[in-house]
T-cell receptor
Framework: NAGVTQTPKFQVLKTGQSMTLQCAQDMNHEYMSWYRQDPGMGLRLIHYSVGAGITDQGEVPNGYNVSRSTTEDFPLRLLSAAPSQTSVYFC???????????FGPGTRLTVT | DAKTTQPTSMDCAEGRAANLPCNHSTISGNEYVYWYRQIHSQGPQYIIHGLKNNETNEMASLIITEDRKSSTLILPHATLRDTAVYYCIVRPANDYKLSFGAGTTVTVRA
């Protein structure tokens, strides 16, 4: 299993540009989520999904959209990038009935 | 509101046990204690979790006090690869969301 994969690893955007961060898992996990981590801080939940077709907001959802059309994929869309969205983004997945979450390697995003 | 309190940093000698404390004095009866760690530039990694009883797996042991207001994560034989930020998290079993605080930066020294 590849586990949780994220692309791209690095991205630089200009203010106002849009883009999609990709996340995929091959473990057939029902739950998927997106976190952001700013320098020196813990992770904050952006959006999460408990299954295909179902998404909900986390702590810091503004400026981000998600959709879950398949069990495997959970893309995160930045609608109009702002410098405040400069961060490292982590995707995670968990199987229903299990406690541990598996995290991807992260996408490092810089917005200038 | 912070649900857990951890020391900001701690050092440990390679080969010795590392004992990481966590206070969670407002923990509710249905909330579990989870530990994750994050090695530099990587995604967080699950270590262990528990409710009331002490737990052990191949990575670590978790000791929870009888009143459940604090716990200790024990890495039995720390190696240089255990240098990481360690997060103690409290959440209900049926709540999907994990809230990460600042954690404890553990540095294992040769």
């Amino acid at each position: 299993n590849a586990g949780v994969t994220q692309t791209p690893k690095f991205q630089v955007l200009k203010t106002g540009q849009s883009m999609t961060l990709q996340c995929a898992q091959d473990m057939n996990h029902e739950y998927m989520s997106w976190y952001r981590q700013d320098p020196g801080m813990g992770l904050r939940l952006i959006h999460y999904s408990v299954g295909a077709g179902i998404t909900d907001q986390g702590e810091v959802p503004n400026g981000y959209n998600v959709s879950r059309s398949t069990t495997e994929d959970f893309p995160l869309r930045l609608l109009s990038a702002a410098p405040s969205q400069t961060s490292v983004y982590f995707c995670a997945s968990r199987k229903g009935g299990r406690y541990e979450q598996y995290f991807g390697p992260g996408t490092r995003l810089t917005v200038t | 509101d912070a649900k857990t309190t951890q020391p900001t940093s701690m050092d440990c000698a390679e080969g010795r046990a590392a004992n990481l404390p966590c206070n969670h004095s407002t923990i509710s009866g249905n909330e579990y204690v989870y530990w994750y760690r994050q090695i530099h530039s990587q995604g967080p990694q699950y270590i262990i979790h528990g409710l009331k009883n002490n737990e052990t797996n191949e990575m670590a042991s978790l000791i929870i006090t009888e009143d459940r207001k604090s716990s200790t994560l024990i890495l039995p034989h720390a190696t240089l690869r255990d240098t990481a930020v360690y997060y103690c998290i409290v959440r209900p079993a049926n709540d999907y969301k994990l809230s990460f605080g600042a954690g404890t930066t553990v540095t294992v020294r040769a």
